[in-house]
């Protein structure tokens, strides 16, 4: 009996384990972690609010308080864009006849993390707006 217990045991873990290897693969295609890392390390050592850590200009990081919040809008409104509504859980703009819409997601409790899509996006995966 103790066998059998033994073996049910290391086959849950092993399970268990697998389960949370591919959900760290999945998190790190998703948020490229090598980027929010750098774009971390970048929050901590400058004295910055908002990081772009997208080569295209489709995503941003900055730290989860009004001051980071603030230092998105600022730069949405720096490049034209202007808010109109709420999508779901994201957020809509336009500027010039393109709507984009921005997602925020909350990483590691201190950041967040903005992406930027927008209908071209949606057409075709490859092609991003840069603002």
């Given at each position: 009996?103790k066998?059998?217990?033994?073996?049910?045991?290391?086959?849950v873990?092993?399970?268990?384990?697998?389960?949370s290897?591919i959900?760290?693969?999945?998190?790190i295609?998703?948020?490229s972690?090598?980027?929010?890392?750098?774009g971390?390390g970048?929050?901590?050592a400058?004295?910055t609010d908002?990081?772009?850590?997208?080569?295209?200009?489709?995503?941003?990081?900055?730290?989860?308080?009004?001051?980071?919040?603030?230092?998105?809008?600022?730069y949405?409104?720096?490049?034209?864009?202007?808010?109109?509504?709420?999508?779901?859980?994201?957020?809509?703009?336009?500027?010039d006849?393109?709507?984009?819409?921005?997602?925020?997601?909350?990483?590691?409790?201190?950041?967040?993390?903005?992406?930027?899509?927008?209908e071209?996006y949606?057409?075709?995966?490859?092609?991003?707006?840069?603002?």
């Amino acid at each position: 009996m103790k066998k059998i217990l033994k073996v049910v045991g290391g086959i849950v873990i092993f399970f268990i384990a697998l389960v949370s290897i591919i959900k760290l693969v999945q998190l790190i295609k998703k948020y490229s972690l090598l980027q929010v890392l750098g774009g971390v390390g970048k929050l901590n050592a400058d004295d910055t609010d908002l990081v772009e850590i997208s080569k295209n200009g489709t995503k941003f990081l900055t730290r989860s308080n009004e001051t980071g919040l603030e230092a998105f809008k600022d730069y949405l409104d720096a490049s034209g864009y202007s808010y109109i509504g709420q999508f779901g859980s994201s957020n809509l703009y336009e500027f010039d006849g393109v709507e984009i819409v921005v997602k925020r997601s909350s990483l590691f409790g201190k950041y967040y993390l903005f992406e930027i899509f927008n209908e071209r996006y949606f057409e075709e995966t490859s092609e991003y707006l840069t603002v």
